[in-house]
């Protein structure tokens, strides 16, 4: 921050420390009187008063019919709700206010086991659900109504629950007191990171609520939404050194490339795990959840870094930042929400902490499953802006694709274009995984066959779009050099590359993957290879000759007739194969 900022900075934090302070005392009240209620009986606006979203009006009867003035008319023991959005709102209000009421009146009662007859004991039960079925491709049919289903196998004895209680009535009733009817689920919650209510073992059927993957979303909140906030911090250092142009001086440092990077993004790593580890603490959990969290910051970090190098105002990098923090959220978000349900949960390092705070932990194979790309994507994006990282190429003000296609063009060798592209393509392998992992999170649990289908259109568009890279560069970076000849030896480099890094990666590393059907559609024919060799140097033909015949214009039809063809491929071949 400059130096006039500064000041008014200070100022807005002892505001929030002051505003932070007062609402700690005295609560938020936001939402008080945002109800008009109106009622003929002084017990009812008692109760009503109760909550103070309401403002009550105690009226004489004969004064109440008829009225549409406000949001709530409790009238002879009956409640109306206005005839707007706002009167539905208030009457749900009021149906809570009123179980509050009535939880707080039996909990008074002397005899608590009369008022409150049925107590239950709840045991937590790890999900043991089978997917082998779905997973190698199977279709399992809902049985259809009005068919006769018989149960089978031996039936296992359960003996019968022991009517008396292993507390006694007044533990139960200051639960009672302490935790509102309906508000198990949110107190478990706030109990995670606080000394909340302990609504014990036993709970009446009004505080039980169905189990929701509300630890994921907290999970979230308090370790992934930190680092972004961090990571904006490191990127707008780099913005704001190629605006300013106060980058020149590091350049002109002996100081080399990597060394620079290295220096300026070590303390908001050591930042981000300083925030990480209090988190831990506060948290109670073991510190075994950073190893999941490393690769996660640094490939933020990395992230930050090539943002900050190629945006061009302000606008981009709010745009771009944006656009990145909701991406890699659905990819560390969406697969948690599956965590102890199905082997892809298990993409997003995300779900290792849910696994490790739920105390199941993970193996080391998971833990490679779950982060190997993120290792790998930081090591290309940290590579490609270590070799841009140069005066040219900070300081320019070509327009973002111009100048990502020229950050990989320079990565490249010009005496061994050919050689680069297969270095290129295989290197991309990691980040076009990640992509496609996206859309399989996403589209998964959608129904048959459309999940399938919109599957292997999006991986097809993102196979050849990133197949094009490459060749683009090699096309705008060196234009003679693309004769009919070398188009088609520059396809069979591009097929060559993306084969490889893509068949390695996967024996290696996404195997559990491979093993649903899903899998299949997304990485199929490894057995075959020279069948995918000669897909992917199609698609790479078909883009290069467009290119060399039409010209820039030609290279949007020519990804999307790619597309169809690598689509139409793996509907042929996944149509055999099931």
């Known amino acids: 921050m400059s130096r006039d900022v500064l000041p008014m900075t200070a100022v807005l934090l002892v505001a929030l420390l002051l505003a932070s302070g007062f609402a700690a005392q005295s609560g938020v009240h936001l939402q008080d009187g945002i109800y008009t209620a109106i009622t003929d009986d002084q ?29 709530l008319i409790v009238v002879g023991g009956e409640a109306h709700a206005g005839p707007t959005a706002k009167g539905r709102a208030a009457l749900s209000a009021f149906a809570t206010t009123y179980r509050h009421y009535t939880g707080a009146v039996y909990t008074g009662e002397s005899d608590l086991f009369a008022a409150y007859p049925l107590w239950i004991d709840t045991v937590e039960v790890e999900s043991r659900l089978d997917f082998d079925a779905t997973e190698s491709g199977e279709i399992i049919s809902a049985v259809q109504r009005g068919d006769t289903v018989r149960p089978s196998g031996p039936v296992e004895e359960v003996p019968t629950p022991s009517a008396t209680l292993a507390v006694t009535a007044e533990d139960l009733r200051e639960d009672l007191a302490a935790a509102p ?17 302990d609504l ?9 609520s169905p189990p929701l993957p509300f630890d994921s979303l907290i999970y979230v909140f308090v370790f992934i939404f930190p680092l972004y906030f961090t990571s904006q911090f490191a990127m707008m250092s780099v913005a704001n050194e190629r605006t300013d142009r106060r980058g020149e001086i590091l350049l002109s440092t002996p100081a080399g490339p990597l060394t620079i990077i290295c220096g300026k993004m070590l303390p908001y790593f050591l930042l981000m795990i300083l925030i990480s580890s209090a988190i831990v603490l506060v948290s109670g959990g073991s510190f075994v959840v950073l190893l999941p969290l490393v690769p996660v910051i640094l490939f933020f ?28 959220t659905s990819y560390l978000f969406f697969p948690s929400v599956f965590a102890n349900v199905h082997v892809i949960s298990l993409i997003s390092p995300l779900t290792l902490i849910v696994l490790e705070f739920g105390g199941s932990g993970f193996s080391a194979a998971d833990y490679l499953y779950a982060t190997a790309l993120f290792w790998l994507s930081t090591a290309l994006i940290l590579w490609l802006c270590t070799r841009n990282f140069n005066e040219e190429r900070l300081f320019s003000q070509e327009r973002l694709t111009s ?24 290197l991309s392998i990691p980040l076009v995984f990640m992509v496609q992992l996206m859309y399989l999170v996403l589209l998964f649990n959608l129904p048959l066959p459309w999940s399938l289908l919109l599957l292997i259109l999006l991986a097809a568009l993102t196979e050849e779009a990133a197949k094009s890279i490459g060749i683009i560069a090699v096309w705008r970076g060196i234009p003679g050099l693309f004769t009919w000849k070398n188009v088609v030896i520059a396809a069979a480099a591009t097929g060559l590359g993306f084969l490889v890094g893509e068949k390695l990666l996967l ?32 698609g790479a033909l078909i883009v290069g000759a467009a290119l060399k015949v039409g010209g820039r ?19 042929i071949l996944i149509g055999g194969a099931l």
Do not use: C
């Not at 508000?183 to 000394?195: A, I, K, P």
């Not at 014990?200 to 039980?208: A, C, D, M, N, V």
């Open 200 to 208: 014990g073992e036993f709970k009446t059927p009004s505080q039980l």
């Open 181 to 197: 009817a309906d508000s198990g689920t949110v107190t478990r919650y706030l109990g995670m990171f606080s000394d909340g209510p």
């Open 403 to 426: 100048r990502l296609r020229s950050f990989i063009f320079s990565a490249m060798s010009r005496n061994h274009p050919f050689a680069s592209l297969v270095a290129v393509n295989a």
């Open 507 to 538: 024996f290696a590393m996404l195997s559990q993957v491979t093993g649903s059907v899903f899998g299949a559609v997304l990485f199929s024919g490894v057995g075959l290879l020279w069948m995918p060799f000669l897909l992917h140097s199609a």
């Open 553 to 571: 214009g030609a290279y949007v039809p020519a990804i999307l007739l790619a597309a169809a063809v690598h689509a139409a491929y793996n509907l």
């Open 43 to 71: 017990a009812v606006a008692a109760i009503i008063a109760e909550n103070t979203v309401f403002s009550v009006t105690l009226a004489d009867p004969r004064q109440i019919g008829g009225t549409d003035a406000y949001d």
């Open 301 to 328: 970090l990395a992230a930050a870094l090539l943002i900050g190098m190629t945006a061009r105002s302000y606008r981009e990098l709010s745009f771009l930042s944006i656009f990145f923090s909701t991406v890699m």
